[in-house]
């Protein structure tokens, strides 16, 4: 199995555009291409549109980039399947959203499995908060077809300022 490790800009507010013009850069000497013959660069991509989605509040653009069967799981609670389910599920969280960066701390890839290591920062309902997570994304044809997401989900609601989990029906 090809392993390749990659460790992005430190800003990741770049766009997606500007995060792969510095795949060639070697100046600060921590982002390199996914590897000499372009292995993984697609599903790289994928997760950085993903990202930028993300950090531009996107919603449509995030339930886009799944599969029309794509999994949306947070390991804390059941996953969600399919782009209505999981369009619901990111809106519905979305409301309270203010803004969101997720920090890229480290990104991997192997075969069409991207492993993300980033800590999210957002305002959610007026409350500042921030929360290390691990991301294991599945891409398949260009889409995300399975989405796990490893993180302490009593410090994400208390970092959202939430007493009661929004998800709590899904328990």
Same mark, same amino acid.
């Given at each position: 199995?090809? &392993?390749?490790?990659?460790?992005?800009?430190?800003?990741?507010?770049?766009?997606?555009?500007?995060?792969?013009?510095? +795949?060639?850069?070697?100046?600060?000497?921590? +982002?390199?291409?996914?590897?000499?013959?372009?292995?993984?660069?697609?599903?790289?991509?994928?997760?950085?549109?993903?990202?930028?989605?993300? $950090?531009?509040?996107?919603?449509?653009?995030? !339930?886009?980039?799944?599969?029309?069967?794509? +999994?949306?799981?947070?390991?804390?609670?059941?996953?969600?399947?399919?782009?209505?389910? &999981?369009?619901?599920?990111? $809106?519905?969280?979305?409301?309270?959203?203010?803004?969101?960066?997720?920090?890229?701390?480290?990104?991997? !890839?192997?075969? $069409? !499995?991207?492993?993300?290591?980033?800590?999210?920062?957002?305002?959610?309902?007026?409350?500042?908060?921030?929360?290390?997570?691990?991301?294991?994304?599945?891409?398949?044809?260009?889409? +995300?077809?399975?989405?796990?997401?490893?993180?302490?989900?009593?410090?994400?609601?208390?970092?959202?300022?939430?007493?009661?989990?929004?998800?709590?029906?899904?328990?």
């Amino acid at each position: 199995m090809n &392993i390749t490790i990659r460790r992005p800009a430190r800003a990741l507010g770049l766009s997606l555009a500007a995060s792969l013009a510095l +795949v060639g850069c070697s100046a600060a000497g921590d +982002v390199k291409a996914a590897s000499s013959d372009g292995a993984g660069e697609e599903e790289i991509a994928v997760v950085m549109d993903m990202v930028d989605a993300w $950090n531009n509040t996107d919603w449509e653009k995030v !339930v886009d980039l799944f599969a029309d069967d794509g +999994v949306l799981h947070s390991m804390m609670i059941d996953p969600i399947t399919g782009k209505e389910s &999981i369009r619901a599920r990111i $809106n519905h969280m979305g409301e309270g959203l203010e803004s969101i960066t997720l920090h890229i701390k480290n990104i991997g !890839v192997g075969g $069409n !499995v991207v492993f993300i290591e980033r800590v999210d920062e957002f305002v959610y309902n007026g409350h500042a908060g921030e929360v290390p997570v691990a991301g294991v994304i599945e891409i398949v044809d260009g889409k +995300v077809k399975v989405w796990r997401e490893y993180y302490d989900r009593d410090e994400l609601l208390s970092e959202m300022g939430v007493a009661v989990d929004f998800d709590s029906e899904a328990r």
